[in-house]
């Protein structure tokens, strides 16, 4: 007999590495850069070379308080750094320099909206660290080393275990990711390595009027959303067969483990048992003094804050009555949405400058590969094509016409809209005109239109568009509707 | 005056050259230092082209600095951009620095010209320089006992006056037992008050650089041209350089001396403490008031020393791994062999044992028992001290509780080194200044050395009284008999 598949809620806990975007590195002044040629970002600070001292960056810093206090976290107002030892070539002093006992951060919590609930997270810690370099293992036989990463400004941010499913995970990542770029400490980029993910999954599981717990798997370094979200799904579904098929398969009495996350093969696979993790000897690190963070420093770090994705898109929603969807379209980047609010300000009506924000300007954008700031249209122009909208002046096809001529010509959309001859008619007499000529010219359209209930719809939207066709797009679409419905009407 | 002084005044006034200077130096290097081992390296090429141009300098009328054309020489742990920094170890054998110590710009700076590096206890691990990778240095007063340590080579080159001057570091004692042992003055600054950037560390809560010369002025000089802020070292201190050749006229009278009796228990040679008895009382004689002082925390001044300094020593000597680096395995079996056989292979033993001591004290489950007590003993003996310096100015002890030991006399039983020490650690692990100066002989001959530690930043206060001593004395300007025909 099969047993009732029971209730099972995985537990899952984010480990996330976030490189920092300073321009030089955490302890010395080589720049930060992803493509330059190995080993040419490098020095003896973080070449490890013998004498050599770190020296902290005090904008990393800033990001890493910035951040904590965007999470919602305690900062610290005394922190220090630690030396985590182990050996390995991509870490050329053979120790970390990061923060062990005294984070930067601690207690702090993240909400967003999963499937239209609120969830939240709760944010264990956040610290700075430095980064280590990569070995390459492209030739045979040989492993190479390139430090030009080593000693870029890492902040780790470990949550509490309170996401409960694989997109749960995943809509985290995503937002922690839109956080980061929207507090610009870091561009977020996962081809990169600026984010790179490791949860802890277990599951717990009804059993006997009790609970059990499958041991905890730490899968690790994960490098995109879409990995977060099957490696999570893959571990969930691997941990319940495994504790339906050896009943000890349960916290404290198997080890928990290490697995890395296949991809190719869609599965994760057993690495090392986690006890078997390193004694790190943590102990503060002699080269560097504590770090005193006073009252002014926190306040002008907090003073930088902007609205934060999550509740801008929700302030846009309230606001401006925009739709979930166009608010996320426009709170994904922070230029952006800064943008739209200056198209406000400088008096564009909402609900149309919503609209047409993501379908005219936003679509102009992505079709030329450019962000929309970088279209050379001004807040103040974008409002008045908004303006000139909602007052009928030009309508809505008119108005795509003419904001595409806006890209490349600064003169004020309503002197543009006369030159080119989009303002709308609202002539009567010319508008039934149109229509007449449209009906006389298109008589198999009014046959349907008048007696095919199965194609009235069609033939009405047809003779419309004939009549805008012949008004060279100024006729004013409503006027248009009314005269063609009285006409077939018999009026 | 002191040699330096010397040098200094007439090569910037043109009636001495630098190149006769360095020359003169490079000469006593080339007919000295095979029996004495205090220089490892030798740059004669390079130290006479500055030399040249100081003088050429000179003659256009720019001023050369207050270190024109002395000759210096350097602790083989002191990055140079020049030849190379082994640090006595095999491990560092053929290591080329990329870039210059802190302490190497300003002299350089200043006038003064490197000729060369001189030996230590391997990564300046021991007080004898028996530890180094490439043979003990020899003491100029007798060459078969040791020179001290870990500082040996600088210490024993001023006292032979191969060199006027030369720079050291001290992280339990390592210029002071050594100037002690060789008849020569050095100082330990206050933690912070000199750049470590270029400094290869061994504990770098205790190490500082210093200077090692004839006498107090000399060593006032140096001190002046390589103290002060260095953003490139977090821990270097930030507070103006006073002028500490001005403050060497300040009269003893009315200094209080601190004497400790922690300081002259049981294990202090009989002749030492005589000596520093006798020094005391000259202060006294100078118009100094002694007074005694009560350290109790000095007994575990020792015990806290070797666990702090290991453990930075484990984590710091952990980036020599044969990986990037400095001496690399033959054939590894794998990859953790390139690290275990590399290390192994170019390790020396008093090295490794303070690895491994490191190691373990650092280690989970040992941590809370050894270091961070040994933290907290730290702290205490900070506060004894500043208990102390509330009644008195500075405080007299000896450096090290016996003269020059043989060569191997101790190099068999390390316990019996690390008590060599036993004077000399508390003032590392408090941050506070000390300087070591000649205070008389042993009936054999042998230098005795008198300690004066003072308040934090104030190493004019125990230069001028090591000043004002020996314009009263003359031990300072004896030199070892082998060595006076130089
Ligand atoms: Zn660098």
């Known amino acids: 007999m099969m047993p009732s ?26 720049p930060v850069r992803y493509d330059a040629p190995p080993n040419s970002c490098v020095c003896a600070v973080c070449l490890g070379h013998p004498g050599a001292l770190p020296v902290i960056n005090r904008r990393a810093l800033e990001y890493a308080v910035l951040t904590g206090m965007a999470l919602n976290c305690t900062i610290a107002r005394h922190t220090k750094w630690d030396r985590k030892s182990y050996y390995y070539p ?13 984070p930067l951060a601690e207690h702090g919590s993240f909400e967003f909206d999963v499937d239209g609930t609120t969830k939240r997270v709760r944010i264990k810690r956040a610290h700075l660290e430095e980064d280590a370099g990569k070995n390459i293992h492209d030739t045979p036989g040989c492993t190479l080393v390139d430090l030009n990463r080593a000693g870029t400004p890492l902040l780790e941010i470990v949550t509490e275990p309170d996401i409960n499913s694989a997109e749960e995970a995943y809509v985290f990542c995503v937002e922690l990711q839109r956080l980061v770029t929207c507090l610009g400490v870091s561009e977020g980029i996962m081809q990169k390595g600026q984010m790179r993910f490791e949860p802890n999954v277990n599951l717990a599981i009804p059993a006997d009027g009790s609970e059990c717990r499958t041991p905890i798997a730490e ?33 404290g009495r198997r080890p928990n483990e290490n697995r890395g996350w296949n991809d190719d093969r869609g599965v994760t696979e057993y690495q090392r048992p986690k006890e078997a993790a390193h004694d790190y000897r943590y102990f503060p690190d002699p080269d560097l003094v504590p770090v005193e963070l006073t009252d002014a420093m926190l306040e002008a770090t907090r003073a930088l804050m902007p609205e934060l994705p999550v509740a801008r898109r929700r302030r846009l929603v309230q606001q401006f009555r925009l739709s979930p969807k ?162 077939l009407a018999g009026g | 005056m002191g040699a330096i002084i010397d040098i200094s005044r007439g090569v910037r006034a043109g009636v001495q050259s630098a190149e006769g200077a360095v020359r003169a130096a490079l000469d006593r290097v080339h007919k000295a230092n095979h029996s004495l081992n205090a220089l490892l390296a030798c740059d004669a090429d390079r130290a006479l082209e500055r030399a040249r141009a100081l003088d050429a300098a000179r003659v256009a009328g ?37 870039y210059a110590a802190h302490v190497v710009e300003r ?148 200094l209080r001396v601190g004497v400790s009796e922690e300081y002259f228990g049981e294990g202090l040679d009989s002749e030492v403490r005589r000596a520093v008895e006798v020094a005391i009382a000259e202060l006294e004689r100078g118009g100094a008031v002694v007074v005694p002082v009560h350290l109790p925390h000095m007994k575990y001044a020792i015990a806290c020393y070797y666990i702090v300094a290991t453990a930075e020593a484990s984590s710091n000597l952990a980036r020599f791994d044969g990986v990037h680096y400095g001496h690399r395995t033959e054939n590894p079996r794998d990859f953790m062999d390139v690290y275990a056989a590399s290390r192994g292979e170019a390790f020396g033993p008093e090295v490794k044992r303070r690895i491994m001591l490191g190691t373990y004290v650092l280690s989970s489950g040992y941590y809370d028992a050894y ?42 039983d390390p316990l019996a080194m690390y008590l060599s020490d036993v004077y000399s650690v508390s003032a590392n692990l408090a941050g506070i200044p000390a300087v070591s100066l000649p205070c008389g002989f042993t009936a054999a001959g042998l230098p005795i050395g008198m300690q004066l530690m003072g308040r934090m930043m104030d190493e004019g206060t125990l230069l001028a009284a090591a000043h004002q001593y020996q314009l009263r004395t003359d031990h300072h300007r004896q030199r070892p008999p082998a060595f006076a025909e130089l």
């Open chain 1, 326 to 487: 166009d608010a996320e379209t426009i709170a994904e980047h922070r230029p952006t949405a800064e943008l739209f609010e200056c198209v406000l300000a400088a008096g564009g009506p909402p609900e149309t400058v919503g609209k047409q924000f993501v379908n005219v300007w936003l679509k102009l954008a992505n079709d030329r590969g450019a962000a929309v700031t970088d279209l050379g249209v001004s807040a103040e122009r974008m409002a008045e094509l908004a303006q000139i909208t909602t007052e009928g002046i030009v309508n809505k096809t008119a108005a795509n016409q003419l904001a595409e001529t806006m890209l490349t010509r600064p003169a004020p959309p309503r002197q543009i809209a006369e030159e080119l001859g989009l303002i709308q008619v609202q002539d009567q007499a010319a508008t039934a005109r149109w229509v007449e000529q449209a009906f006389a010219e298109n008589a198999q359209a009014v046959r349907d239109a008048m007696e095919n209930p199965k194609k009235a719809k069609a033939a009405a939207g047809f003779l419309r568009g004939q009549v805008m066709k012949l008004s060279g797009g100024k006729a004013d679409p409503k006027l248009v509707g009314d005269l063609i419905e009285k006409r």
């Open chain 1, 219 to 251: 899968i690790k370094n994960l490098n995109s959303f879409r990995s977060v979200r099957n490696a999570i799904a893959y571990e969930t579904q691997r941990q319940l067969a495994a504790w339906q098929e050896d009943p000890e398969y349960v916290h």
């Open chain 2, 107 to 254: 002299l350089e700076f200043a006038g003064a010209v490197i000729i060369g590096k001189t030996n230590l206890d391997e990564f300046a691990m021991g007080s004898s320089t028996e530890n180094s990778a490439f043979s003990p240095t020899r003491n100029p007063w007798d060459l078969a006992r040791v020179a001290g340590g870990s500082s040996g080579g600088s210490c024993a080159a001023v006292a032979a006056r191969l060199v006027p001057g030369a720079l050291g570091s001290d992280t339990g004692g390592s210029i002071r037992q050594p100037a002690s042992f060789c008849g020569v003055t050095g100082l330990k600054p206050t933690y912070g008050r000199v750049s470590r950037f270029g400094l290869v560390a061994f504990g770098s809560s205790l190490d500082q650089i210093g200077p090692i010369a004839e006498d107090a002025g000399d060593v006032a000089l140096l001190l002046k041209v390589i103290a002060g802020h260095d953003a490139r070292d977090s821990t270097s201190v930030d507070v103006p350089v006073p002028d500490y050749l001005a403050a060497l006229d300040r009269p003893l009278a009315g």
């Open chain 2, 371 to 412: 270091y961070l007590k040994a933290l907290k003993v730290r702290t205490l003996i900070r506060r004894d001290f500043e208990r102390a310096f509330e009644q008195v100015d500075v405080i007299a002890s000896p450096v090290a509780p016996s003269p020059a030991f043989l060569v191997g006399e101790k190099a068999v």
């Open chain 2, 62 to 98: 720019h001023d050369p600095g207050p270190l024109a054309g002395v000759p210096l020489a350097l602790k083989d742990n002191i990055c140079t951009p020049f030849g190379i920094t082994t640090c006595g170890s095999r491990i560092l054998g053929t290591f080329a620095s990329q």
């Open chain 1, 5 to 30: 598949t029971p209730t099972v809620r995985p537990i899952i806990g984010l480990e996330i590495h976030v490189q920092l975007q300073t321009r030089t590195k955490m302890f010395c002044g080589c």
């Open chain 1, 90 to 102: 991509d870490l050329p002093k053979n120790y970390q320099i990061s923060q062990y006992d005294m």
